[in-house]
């Protein structure tokens, strides 16, 4: 067999139920005859939200509603569990195991209502519950095809820093904490099941990479094992010029490259979670994006370079939970620290800057944040600038969250003049009113704030003037 690596990825949908289950482990299987192979598992779909739900409701004291949860999350797997495995023992042996994780879960929540309290940290355990009961699942329904494969907890492999519920992985740990424990799997010929989403803090708590994040992980551990590639398995046919649901005329990009990649995954394209690609860059491993509900089809390639297409423009994008927040007035003018003092509290928060514009007479400085986080970064705003509020300096700090964000989106947009033009002529022929324009140096993306309502209008009408829809 060849000693290629290939790191896989099953996303929630592609894990949802015990026929999904049985199908990637077909593609586990029929990938393994090639090369080796590591998957990475998500927790069935749903179930992560059903976690964190039991979680607050043993916040909220109430640990008969987290029991009925977690009750009705051990009759998902075990029906799932059922109709996958015929062989008695080994449908015995991961029932137990399943067992365990439930009872670990139903401790955390039983502590938690107690309390009335509940730490990110424990959060992190029992929002990654999930992947501990579907990981098993994979690895047994792979064992039903003839296959060696073994469940594996991510806190053996992945070591991240100890921001819960948004860690970052510590690479040079990971390396040698990942080829110690699955080189010696591979070696055997035994296929490794993955927990994603989850890693261990070097102080040995369990941490989550974020919500959707188990792509990170895959990407994590393909650079660790110096995989040849990584294959993103969803339920979708790979990374789309524009959302279908807005854009019928939308259609599969069969390479794009990393930048387009990350632009279009920060940008709201809900394929990739934004922070993927990181780890893969350096060693420039191939990303594919696949749709495991229908293999026959090639999917999306992202490389370094991607494709070439002499159109520049490649896909659009638009994120609508956003609010724009405006801080200005005529009194700011000259007020030389009114941007670092912006941003830094706006860091504070915690809010990730979507995008930002100011204005050349310097009275106004707009940006984007996601709507989650706005009205707690408008409240530090004020509070920041109170001082300057009351002698006016700075007039107002206000919040729209009517808008959305529209993202033009190409590498080779560089050097080619007239995107912009035929963007913003297009926008005026539609009636669709701009509030603000950014466009890095990069020129990697140009984008505009728009009222929500236009999104739609927006969209179309430039899927069309850019040509995307004859691709
Ligand atoms: N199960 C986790 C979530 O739903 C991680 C993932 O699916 O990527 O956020
Ligand atoms: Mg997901």
């Known amino acids: 067999m060849s000693t290629r690596l290939q790191v896989m990825k099953f996303g929630g949908t592609s894990v949802g139920s015990a026929e999904c289950i049985a199908r990637a482990a077909q593609i586990i299987a029929n990938t393994a005859k090639e090369m080796r192979c590591v998957a990475v598992v998500s927790a069935m779909s749903g179930v992560t939200n059903r976690l964190i739900e039991a979680a607050k409701t043993a916040q909220a004291g109430n640990a008969a509603g987290a029991t009925a949860i977690m009750e009705s999350l051990r009759t998902q797997h075990e029906t799932a569990l059922e109709s996958l ?69 991510a806190t053996e492999l992945i070591v991240t820093d100890s921001y819960h519920g948004g860690a970052e992985p510590q690479m040079d740990f990971t390396r040698s904490k990942s080829q110690a424990r699955l080189k010696p799997l591979l070696e ?18 369990l941490t989550t990479l974020g919500r959707g994040g188990s792509d990170y992980s895959a990407t994590i551990l393909g650079a660790a094992l110096d995989a040849d590639e990584v294959v993103i398995w969803t339920d979708v046919d790979g990374v789309l010029s524009a959302d ?15 930048r387009e990649a990350a632009e279009l995954a920060y940008f709201g394209a809900k394929v990739l979670h934004p922070k993927t690609l990181r ?24 490389t370094p370079e991607g494709e070439n297409n002499s159109a520049g423009v490649k896909a659009l994008t638009a994120i609508r939970d956003v609010t724009l927040i405006s801080v200005g007035g005529p009194g700011i003018v000259g007020l030389t620290d009114v941007v670092g003092r912006t941003f830094s509290t706006t860091a504070e928060e915690r809010a990730s800057v979507l995008l930002i514009s100011q204005s050349s007479s310097q009275n106004d400085i707009c940006f984007c944040v996601s709507s989650a986080d706005a009205q707690q970064t408008v409240e530090a705003l004020r509070k920041e600038f109170a001082q300057d509020l009351a002698h006016q300096k700075v007039e107002h700090i206000t919040a729209d969250p009517k808008i959305a964000i529209v993202a033009v989106v190409g590498q080779n947009m560089v050097g080619t003049p007239g995107i912009a033009g035929k963007t913003f002529a297009a926008m005026g022929k539609e009636g669709v009113n701009i509030i603000a324009i950014a466009q890095g140096s990069s020129e990697t993306n140009i984008s505009f704030v728009i009222e929500e309502k236009s999104v739609m209008t927006a969209l179309r009408s430039l899927h069309r003037e850019f040509g995307l829809d004859n691709r």
Not at 112 to 123: D, N, Q
Not at 195 to 204: A, M, V
Request: charged residues 25%.
């Open 85 to 153: 495995v015929r062989n008695t023992e080994e449908s015995e042996r991961v029932r137990q195991k399943m067992e365990a994780v439930l009872a670990h879960g139903q401790r955390f929540c039983g502590g938690t209502a107690l309390l009335r309290e509940l730490s990110p940290r424990t959060l992190d355990t029992i929002s990654s519950l999930g992947e501990r009961l579907s990981a098993p699942l994979v690895a047994a329904a792979v064992k039903e095809l003839g296959l060696e494969s073994e469940a594996v907890d």
């Open 279 to 302: 780890p893969v860059v350096d060693a420039a491993i191939p990303v594919w994006i696949r749709n495991s509900f229908e293999p026959q089809k090639l999917g999306t390639k992202i």
């Open 244 to 258: 279908p649901r807005l854009v019928p005329e939308a259609k599969t990009i069969p390479g794009i490259s990393y």
């Open 188 to 205: 055997r010929g035994i296929v490794p099941i993955v927990t994603g989403f989850l890693g261990c803090s070097t102080s040995g708590e």
